[in-house]
Every structure is written in C-alpha cells, then in structure tokens.
C-alpha cells in the first residue's frame, strides 16, 4: 500500500506510489462478475518494474486466492464467530488496548498491518521495528514486481504475508461495488472472527478492519445494512491528516468510509483488478 507523507496543504506520496500493486496472476473465482475479466492484463510499459513469476496459489484455498467477485454480498452462515447472535443491531469490535503498531518507515503500512493482526490474533503485544522489517522482506520477496523496497509490495506479496504471519486463510476480494466490499468485509469479519485488510486511497495504502456495527447479524443472512466500521490506520502517531490516518478503532460511517475505500488503481499499467474495491479476508 501506498506510505504516505503529506506536505502542509496538499495531500503527496513521497517515495511511495503504491504499498500494494497488483500482478496478472489470478486464478479463476467460483462466481464471477460477468461485466469484469478475469484474464491477465495487458503487458506494463517498459518504464513499469519488471514481471517475476509467481507460484500456484495454496492448494488449501477455500476460496479463489486472487480474483474477482460479483457485486452480491456473500452467501451466508448458519452460525457465525462468537456463537449464537441476538436479533438486531450487532456491533462486533476486535481492538483492544496496546494492539496498535505504527509503521516504522513511510512505506511499511503492510508491514506494520501485519504486526498488529498478530497483535490482536495471537494476543501479542509487538510494536517494534524488527519484526515490522521481518514481515516486509519477506513479503517484497513474495512480490509478483520486482520493485524497489520504497514502492512497497504487491497485491500477492501482501497476500503471501498475511498467510505466512496471521492466518493461512486469507484471501483476496476484489468486489465491483463498495457496497459489496463492504458487506464481505463485516460478514467474513462475522464469521472468522478475523480482522479484514482494506486497500485504501486507490492501493496507496492499508488499514485493518476491526469491528462494524450492523442492522441485523451479518452471520445470519443477506438482510442487513452496515452502519459503520471501526478502522486502524497504521500512520497514526507519523502522520494524521487529510484522514490519514486517524487514532486506531476510529468508528467511520458507512457513507463517511466511502472516502477512503476506493476502487484499486495500478500505476504502471492496466490490471484485471483495476476500478475494483479491494479486501482480504480470514
């Protein structure tokens, strides 16, 4: 994703033009958008960073690793994380005090994400660089671009990370709605008790998903309406302006979030995920 520095009145990337960019890699989704492909995208200019190969996606996959999905919410559960759930509102919050990590650098936003997921999954409480410079090596090393370390990682490499250092379940949604990003996002929330990556400011930068509150269980069915999301933005503490980023378990309004998640743009060249609101999931 995209590490962020803002000058006094404008809102610039320095360094960083994409913490996340995206490859052609892909494998086929079990519903697809009909008005999206799936198909790799056009060959980069020659001025973009250089293609290397990826390898399969993890056989254990549940559900495409890469790809796209249609503008529907997802099916729903019978029951969900945290056992049976009451009628009406639902408000479900992951954060807790002494979670948060701040990014060491301007383009670790991925790397400290991560460090505050296993914060919150495994009940740590690591804040330190090390482990920060630990998570975004390897991840840069998992990158579908052989990029410089200061354009951040990629799409696959994010991915590749978060299986390796959280959970070995998450996978990439790429929705064509906000609308449908968002209500993955709180259902898989729902149901796996795990917190969600957003891919914010167009793939120039991460948060994490921590809780939402909804109308009615997410986990219970498609009849429910999302009021709003509890982000944490990994530049609190370095930079807070603009929105980014805000203290962590920040409530936005479902309207108000809308500002941040935008559909994904690549720089150096058209993908297969481009104008797509992007998330991973548990």
Known sequence: MAARRLLPSILAIVAITSCTTVSGTRVAAPA???QASTAPGPSLPSSGPAVRSVAAPDPRDSQPGLGVVPATALAS??????????????????????????????????????????NIVLRQ?????TDQERYFDYMHAHD????PPREGVDLVGLRAGLRRF???SYTLWASSTYDAAVRTAVTRLRLTGLPVVLVVDRGRH?????????????????????????????????????GYDPPPDTRLSYDAFRSFLLPYHFKFGPTPWDRRFVVYTG
């Open 144 to 147: 579908s671009y052989a990029m």
């Open 77 to 118: 559960s019978a029951s969900g994380a945290g056992g049976p759930s009451p009628a009406g509102p639902v408000t479900v919050d992951l954060y807790r005090r002494g979670v948060y990590a701040m990014q060491a650098t301007w383009w670790w936003c991925t790397a400290a994400t991560v460090e505050t997921m296993r």
């Open 32 to 34: 697809v958008d009909p």
């Open 166 to 168: 959280v959970a070995p």
């Open 206 to 242: 991460v948060w994490l998903m921590t809780g939402f509150t909804a109308t009615a269980d997410p986990a219970k069915g498609l009849g429910f309406r999302v009021v709003d999301v509890r982000i944490v933005g990994p530049l609190y503490g370095r930079q807070s302006l603009n």
């Open 125 to 129: 409480a690591d804040h330190g660089a």
